[in-house]
Each structure stands twice: as C-alpha cells, then as structure tokens.
C-alpha cells in the first residue's frame, strides 16, 4: 500500500477528502506500525515513515471514513524505568474522533502471564510505592485476586495478539452541515444547570420510539427537549460521554460501567448511545443532538474525566497510552515507576506536567468546542489536574493553558473541586474562570432541613452566594454550583426517605458509596403507606427545590428529582443500568405536582432578577451582613433584625429574609438599572409552626404569597405589613411586594 511522508500536524487521523494523515506522539517508541483493518478483521501493518519532534506519521491516499484502524509500538519494555511497549497490543490512537467494537476480557488485553502467582503481584516495588503516596483502590484490589506480576524483561513478555479483543479506532468524515447552529450564550447567572445520564435519561420514556431510547438520537427526540425547554433549564450537563469502557470486575459480576467515569478516548462519543452505528455514525448523532438543543435554547455541558484512563493501576490492560508511551502519559511512583501514583481513586492519574498530555487536553477541549459545538465542560476531579507535581497549585500549567486560550476560556468551565489526595479538598481555590461544584453548599443545605444544630448561620452564607468562598479571589456569585443531589449519591426522594445506603445490588456488600449521606428519612426507612410521612417527605423536596432555585449562584438539578425519582435507596449507581438508574416516566400525581411545582420556581427566578444578582450582596461576607444599601435584611420570627445572639443560637432554625429589588445596583444589558419587586422568604427549619412577624410598611405595603411549601394548593391571598404569618413546621413562605410593572406573564399557577 501506497504511503507517502505526510504531516506531524494533526495529531490523529485527518481525511482530506483524497486521503487520510496519520500522527501519534510517542517519545519512547522505536518504530511504529499503523494498523488497518478491514470488515473481516484482517490487518494491514504499515510502518510511519516519518517522525518529527517524536511524532510517527504518514499520509495514506485512498483511505475513506469508517476506515478502521489502530497503532503498534516496538519500543523498550523496562518497567524500572517505567516503559512498557508490547507490539503485541493493538492501541487505539489517543486522538481517534470514534471509536467502533467493545473491549471484552481477554488475556491477550495484558502483557503479563495470568497464571503467576498471586502472593507476587505488587511486585518488590509495592512497599515503597505505598510510602511515596501511590494508592490502590478497590478495584485494584480485585484486579490483583487474580491476576500475577508483570514481566521485568520483553523476553519475557506473553506475545499474545490482542487484536479481535480490543477497541478500533476510526476515521471519520469531518464534514457536517450545521446550519444556523449558534450556542444559545445563557449568562452564567441565567442559567439553570440540569444533570443528566444519555441512557438514563430516555430508556423508559413511552413516548420516545424503542430504537431510539438510550442514544443521542433519545435525548434529541422533541418529548425530551420539551420536558427540558417546559421545565425552563438553560443547559444540559451530560455525564461522560467520552469512549468509555467496562471494567473486568464489573463485567465478571454481570454489571457494567453505567456511569462512564473510565475514559479510554478524550474526542470519540461514546459508541454505546449511538442509535445508528459505530463506524463514524456517532459522530454525527452527537452533532445532530446539540444541533437540536440549541434550537430549543438548551447549552450543552460535558462531564470530562481528564484525571484517568481507563487503563487503570500496573495491573490493568493495554489499551493505547500505556503501550505508546507509559512513563510520559501517566504519573509513576518516582522511585518505583513500575507503579502509578494515583490520586483518583482509579489506578492512574495523568501526568499534567508533561506538555504532550497537556495537548492532548487542549486539543480535545478544543475540537469539542469547535467542532462539536459544546458550551462547557465540568471537570471530574479538576483537583488531579492542578497536580503538576505533589500539591494542588492553581498556577499549574494547565490553568495558564486554560486561561490563555481564545477557544476554551471562553466556554463554560465547572470544576469537582477535589480528588482523593492529600489536600485534594479545593472548594473556593480555584482561578478567577471557573465556577465550582459547592460541596459546602450541598452539605449545608442537607443539614439545615434535616434540622441538625447551629446551621443557621452557614445557610444564609450559603444562600446568599458564598460570598466567604469566592468573593476574595475577585469572583462573583456564578462562581458557586449550588447542589443538593447529583448523581453520586442519594436522588432527592431518597434523600428524605433513607437514613442508611442499600446498595447490595452492587454486589459490594453495602461497603460501597458514601455512609455519611445527611439524609433523613423522616420517621421511616424506605417505602411505607404512612400518609403522614408521605407528605412530610413531600414538603421536604419541595423545601430542598426551593433553596436551590432562589439561592444567589448557579442552580443545578439532577434528572428525574423533578419527577420523585428514587434508586431504592442506593447510593452509588455507577454500576447499574438497568431500572434501579433509570428515570421513570410512569408518573403519579404527586410526581406531577412535583413536576409542576418545579416548573413554577425555575419561572419565578427566571423573572426575577433578585433571586439571580451577578454581584454579591453589601456587607460582610458571615451571615451575608446587612449594610447600608440594604440590598439583603435577615430577620429573626419576631421581625426584629437578627443580631449575634441570634447568629450564634445553636437551636435557631427560622429566620425571615428580605430581598430587596430596588437595590440590586447592577445594569442590564442596556445599561441601565436593574430593578425588581421586594421578596420575603420566611424559613422554617423548626419541627414546629412557627408564627412570624413581617416588617413594617417601609419595607412593602402589601405581601403577596407565591410560595408556600407545605401546601399543596397555595391560595395566592395578601398580607397586610407588621401582621403575623404562621409558617407550617419543615416549610417555607415566599412572599412577593409588587413594584415592577413589566409585560412579563403573571408567575403563575397554582400550585405550590
């Protein structure tokens, strides 16, 4: 076959419409062979000619989209220095824009014998490994049950072809009509931020067609980009939709990878939620559903896992980076490089210092942007990534990437501000782009309605935008991703139902997921007839929603909390798909008022500015202090203003909040002042009624409820200044002062 010298630039494999170049980075390497394949399975090898800067590449005329291909590396097997080239392995290329086949378990997939002994598989490096701060996870754990210690010399290696057990990479056609796509451009503090699986989301929807359900093509469907335009959300945060794979632990167990936390290919969709083929189709499935949500107005954000591969620990198989150029992908134990120094939990953390990884990030934040068409990315575990070396350092390289980069810098970027390292807990430390997943938040706020003592003053820090967490580093309110439930951990109807996880469908003995939830079940664990409890529980989500969505800063749903959805119980669904995960769409009435009454707070914030400030409130930052302009008062029940004594009351569970709309001093987009009507959010956390007392004439002539979260038909009536207010024990009361007149539609339905 015909091969001519070609370009070390791309990286990947680009078709020009007559052919297709080659490039793949491998500073170790001898030689490389690249690898075609044909329907039947049968290889061409034909060696790069040409390498630059330690990029093999070579440019093969003929070769048309859905080519199937991958890489072969002849280079040093030395794992005291940590290498670990096998050509035996076929490697997918880091760069391959799809992905087609499965990875199924295999011996070939290792380059060690499976049959040696157990008692040796940490190898004589394993104790220093240990006090250099390298870990094993669980799933190391297992990986090693059966599984002996890798070859210290090539002769030694196995040899066993794993070609027929291994992914493919494919050439796609980059071409794709577009249109008039545009990304929607919702502000930060527009936005309504809404936290989704692609499979979970439409598997069990009735209305979305049964060869469609579980795909892009499923979340492009007009039913579900009506539930998500009614339900008044700005984005769709999707979780990973990078090639992932299956663990061998999971597979033994008949469970799979439902989450996708296991990214084998940073720039391919994943080939499981296509509807219409692997071959390249995906690509263009992927580009047709964001093409369809931002026509509805809806961004999408991706959840990436830069952090790992799913190579895993010493132990796991040889996928691509591991046979191309181990010791310059993967951070190793620097006195042990036969092992990884793993901050991930995973096995493995990418090694953020070296330049030929940090390409490989930016240039797939980049052609997601550019060519994808995405709006954003959250970054699972973004602390491993500020790991240049030991320590978290938010001057890392690839922050200053980040943060010079025309295209990224200016897409939305949502940091996981921690990992499982030392000092990997890094809520309000990162730089001025970001915004943070606010684990502080999520905490307070479960802790609050659960009714756990001296909460009060943390919850108002938390409802009035964190201002203690970011304001010192110069960043806004946005900054903070108000959350209560995501999909590690509890959904919301689990959340007030359970004290204690079941996950015993995991097949982990319960020992998985999280035990320190801040749940409250409410009297009762798990399901039960009691009416009572019922609607405690009901009040209870209905509190939790309402937080969220008239917090200062950036709400964020997880799918399905709209409509009740419940795992049973279990924590940690990362390996179930099946209907324990799901979204259930056979919805009951009290799922239907959840639903609705939903849809009335995301359309109360949209139209009131007060509730989504870009600038925090005057004053000082603990309790979110008043301050002359009094854009915020905190009352206690009695209408006077909270002084310390209240703050620092251990018991205190109520308080009355004032939002004040003429104050907000900020411009719109015209420059001119923003002004909104008066809000009083009267907050009971108490087992009790409690009887509040509003504020004077000067703050309001006249209260108009919208809120009130203990009942299920709110009648909207008045309420007249300095008269008393009962509020229902576990409840909330919003009322509204009107003083804007504008051509917005009245705020709505009755429900409440």
Not at 278 to 283: D, H, I
Not at 399 to 424: H, M, R, T
Not at 695 to 702: I, W
Request: hydrophobic content about 35%.
């Amino acid at each position: 076959m015909e091969i001519w010298p070609g370009s070390a630039y791309p990286l990947g494999a680009s078709y020009d419409g007559t052919g297709v170049n080659f490039a793949v980075f491998s500073e170790v390497a001898d030689a490389v062979e690249l690898c075609l394949i044909d329907d039947d399975g049968a290889e061409t090898r034909i060696a790069l000619p040409e390498v630059d800067g330690f990029v093999w590449h070579g440019y093969i005329p003929g070769v048309q989209p859905g080519q199937r291909y991958g890489f072969r590396v002849h280079g040093p097997w030395d794992l005291r220095h940590g290498h670990r080239c096998d050509p035996s392995k076929l490697l997918l290329d880091p760069y391959a824009k799809a992905i087609d086949g499965e990875m199924t378990y295999d011996p070939s997939l290792f380059s060690y014998d499976m049959d040696r002994p157990v008692e040796s598989a940490l190898g004589p490096f394993a104790p220093r490994a240990k006090e250099a701060g390298g870990t094993f996870s669980q799933a190391d754990a297992a990986a090693m049950s059966g599984a002996g210690p890798a070859p210290e010399t090539e002769a030694e290696l196995p040899r066993l072809d794993s070609l027929g057990h291994t992914l493919l990479s494919v050439v796609t056609n980059p071409f794709f009509d577009w249109g008039q796509d545009r990304a929607p451009g919702h502000e930060y503090h527009e936005s309504v931020i809404y936290e989704a699986h692609v499979k979970g989301m439409t598997m069990l929807h009735p209305d979305i067609p049964e060869e469609v359900r579980g795909t892009y093509s499923g979340i492009a469907h007009p039913v579900m980009i009506e539930h998500l335009r009614s339900l008044g959300v700005t984005a769709i945060e999707l979780m990973p939709v990078h090639q992932f794979v299956d663990d061998f632990t999971l597979q033994d167990k008949g469970l799979s990878n439902y989450w996708g936390y296991n990214t084998i290919g940073f720039f391919a969709p994943h080939n499981g939620y296509a509807a219409h083929g692997t071959r390249g189709q995906q690509v263009l499935e992927f580009k047709g559903m964001v093409k369809a949500l931002h026509e509805a107005g809806i961004e999408v954000i991706l959840d990436v896992v830069y952090n790992h591969t799913a190579e895993g620990n010493h132990l796991g198989p040889t996928l691509a980076f591991r046979g191309i150029d181990n010791a310059a992908y993967y951070r190793l134990v620097d006195d042990a490089p036969a092992h990884y120094y793993d901050t991930t939990g995973t096995g493995n953390s990418l090694l953020m210092r070296n330049p030929h990884v940090l390409q490989l990030i930016m240039d797939s934040l980049r052609y997601w942007v550019t060519e994808m068409h995405v709006d954003g990315f959250r970054f699972d575990l973004a602390a491993t990534l500020a790991r240049q070396f030991h320590e978290v350092d938010k001057l890392s390289a690839f922050f200053d990437l980040v943060q010079q980069d025309p295209i990224v810098s200016q897409v939305k970027l949502i940091a996981e501000p921690w990992d499982v390292g030392d000092g990997g807990y890094q809520v309000g430390n990162f730089p001025a782009l970001w915004t943070e997943w606010n684990g502080k938040y999520r905490d307070t706020v479960r802790d609050f309605w659960r009714g756990e003592y001296s909460t009060i003053g943390e919850f108002a820090s938390r409802l009035s935008g964190s201002s203690d967490l970011y304001e010192h580093s110069g960043r806004k309110p946005f900054a903070s991703i108000n959350f209560v439930t995501a999909h590690d951990g509890f959904t919301l109807a689990d959340l007030v139902s359970y004290n204690e996880k079941h996950n015993d469908a995991n097949g982990e003995g319960n020992n998985d997921g999280e035990s320190h939830n801040r749940s409250w079940n409410c009297g009762v664990e798990g399901e039960t007839d009691d009416p009572e409890i019922l609607a405690l529980r009901r009040r209870q989500q209905r509190n939790i929603l309402s937080t969220i969505l008239f917090s200062q800063g950036v709400p964020m749903l997880a799918h399905g909390d709209e409509l009740g959805r419940s795992q049973r119980g279990n924590n940690n669904v990362y390996c179930q798909d099946n209907e324990i995960s799901w979204v259930n769409w056979d919805l009951d009435e009290a799922d239907e008022d959840l639903l609705a009454f939903t849809r009335r707070l995301v359309t109360l914030r949209k139209e009131h500015p007060v509730f989504r400030r870009r600038r925090f409130f005057a004053g000082a930052a603990d309790h979110g202090g008043e301050s002359d302009v009094h854009d915020i008062e905190w009352f206690a029940p009695d209408g006077t203003h909270m002084g310390e004594e209240d703050w620092s009351n251990h018991e205190a569970r109520s308080l009355m909040i004032f939002l004040n709309g003429q104050a907000i001093h900020e411009p719109d987009h015209r420059g001119q002042p923003i002004r909104d009507d008066h809000f009083l959010a009267l907050i009971n956390a108490d087992n009790d009624d409690v009887a509040f007392q509003l504020p004077g004439e000067d703050h309001g002539a006249e209260w108009v409820l919208e809120i009130d979260t203990a009942a299920e038909i709110v009648d909207p009536g008045t309420h007249a200044p300095e008269s008393t207010l009962t509020v229902a024990g576990r409840s909330i009361v919003l009322l509204r002062c009107g003083l804007v007149t504008s051509e917005r539609p009245p705020s709505g339905s009755a429900h409440g």
